[in-house]
């Protein structure tokens, strides 16, 4: 199994682009998040969703947009960049929230 | 708002040596204390503590949950150096299923 595959790796956005960061998870877990991690800083959430259809905001939401339209795929999109999103996003997911979650290996994003 | 506190936020050890790393928490339904352990890139899953199970043992690692007094603890013995690394305490609340409140972590670097 891929487990839970992000793309891409590495990006450099200008202010004020737009992108979409993927997520995808190939082992049928219900639960999908999305958080960032600044230097010496913990995880901060995102968004989450608990099931395809179904979103809610986490911690820092504002800038995102999310969307869940299958169990596999759980896309975040940044509206129009800004440097102070620059950071390290980790996608991740959990079945029924049992256990700990499984996380992507990352995306770094520098806004520029 | 939930709320995680980790301490200390750095630690620095000789190989050998036992560490205890420590968690509070503030949440207002709980639910799950999770101990992730991140080395460079992401996040993997070490331990999850409920009301059901509130001690757990893999190896040198050993974790014990306190819901009277809101903290987890997280031992690691005769430490090596392949334990350095951060550790995150992360709780996740009933009544947002799948939302879950990470701390800042701790850094644990071992020497040989």
């Known amino acids: 199994n891929a487990g839970v595959t992000q793309t891409p790796k590495f990006q450099v956005l200008k202010t004020g682009q737009s992108m979409t960061l993927q997520c995808a998870q190939d082992m049928n877990h219900e639960y999908m998040s999305w958080y960032r991690q600044d230097p010496g800083m913990g995880l901060r959430l995102i968004h989450y969703?608990?099931?395809?259809?179904?979103?809610d905001q986490g911690e820092v939401p504002n800038g995102y947009n999310v969307s869940r339209s299958t169990t596999e795929d759980f896309p975040l999109r940044l509206l129009s960049a800004a440097p102070s999103q620059t950071s390290v996003y980790f996608c991740?997911?959990?079945?029924?929230?049992?256990?700990?979650?499984?996380f992507g290996s990352g995306t770094r994003l520098t806004v520029v | 708002e939930d709320k995680v506190v980790q301490s200390p936020l750095s630690l620095v050890v000789h190989e050998g040596d036992t560490v205890t790393l420590n968690c509070s928490y503030e949440v207002t339904n709980f639910r799950s204390l999770l101990w992730y352990k991140q080395e460079k890139k992401a996040p993997t899953f070490l331990f999850m503590l409920?009301?059901?199970?509130i001690e757990k043992k893999s190896g040198r690692l050993s974790s014990i949950l306190d819901k009277k007094e809101l903290f987890s603890i997280l031992n690691i013995t005769a430490t090596q150096t392949g334990d350095s690394a951060v550790y995150l305490c992360a709780v996740e609340d009933n009544t947002n299923a799948g939302k879950s409140t990470f701390g800042d972590g701790t850094t644990l670097t071992v020497k040989p």
């Open positions: 991740a997911s959990s079945y029924l929230g049992q256990g700990g979650y499984t």
């Open positions: 409920t009301s059901s199970g």
């Open positions: 969703s608990v099931g395809a259809g179904i979103t």
